[in-house]
């Protein structure tokens, strides 16, 4: 199937610091999904973006939807301990299945 | 509240055993999904049903089987043939004409 490129698998930053993460594919596709999970937890859905430059803000996070429909990036602003966790991208597909990015491990240090 | 519903959060089987995992949603969602997590790698769908009494295979299906009898469930049946079973299995359901899925908290199997 086709693959997702997430980066980085990891980051270990200092509280206040701010993130950038992003997802890219080789084919184009109309939807870019950014989830959160905490460990033993589902992923809960952060940000949906649905047009190609489009920009989309959550509290302190913000994704983009690439001109290019390839890619998409997702930024978090002062961080806090409580933004620990895994951030997944996911891109919509045929049948509406997601692909999912491998995930980017998120450590904040107090 | 309206949710995902997983039962149950951990559950324990011997090697050789069949062992179902509930999945139920009161979203009025038409699809609900399977996908399997493993340490460290993202979600790999295992089975989809896009409506009552249909269902479709995913990337990883062999050795899982699942039924769509109700909207509302989709239960997930890991099988002896599932070769390498011990898994965080996450259900998913979206409503129509989109592409937005939601998660319900997971299933921990672990098989010993």
């Known amino acids: 199937g086709q693959q997702l490129n997430q980066s980085p698998q990891s980051m270990f930053i200092q509280e206040g610091e701010d993130v950038s993460m992003n997802c890219t594919s080789s084919s184009i596709f109309n939807t870019w999904l950014w989830y959160k999970q905490e460990p033993g937890e589902g992923p809960v859905l952060l940000i949906a973006?649905?047009?190609?430059?489009e920009l989309t803000s959550n509290g302190r996070l913000t994704a983009q939807f690439g001109i290019t429909r390839k890619d998409s990036f997702l930024n978090i602003s002062a961080s806090i301990p409580s933004d620990v966790g895994i951030y997944f991208c996911?891109?919509?597909?045929?049948?509406?299945?997601?692909?999912f990015g491998k995930g980017t491990l998120l450590t904040v240090n107090p | 509240d309206g949710g995902i519903t997983q039962s149950p959060k951990y559950l324990f089987r011997k090697e050789g055993q069949n062992v179902t995992l509930s999945c139920e949603q009161n979203l009025n969602h038409d699809a609900m999904y399977w996908y399997r997590q493993d340490p460290g790698q993202g979600l790999r769908l295992i089975y989809y049903?896009?409506?009552?009494?249909?269902?479709q295979k995913g990337d990883i299906a062999e050795g899982y089987s699942v039924s769509r009898e109700k909207k509302e469930s989709f239960p997930l049946t890991v099988t002896s043939a599932q070769k390498n079973p011990t898994a965080f299995y996450l259900c998913?359901?979206?409503?129509?004409?989109?592409?937005?899925?939601?998660f319900g908290p997971g299933t921990r199997l672990t098989v010993l």
């Open positions: 996911a891109r919509g597909g045929s049948n509406y299945k997601l692909t």
């Open positions: 998913a359901s979206t409503g129509s004409s989109t592409d937005t899925q939601y």
């Open positions: 049903s896009q409506i009552v009494n249909d269902f």
């Open positions: 973006l649905y047009k190609a430059g």
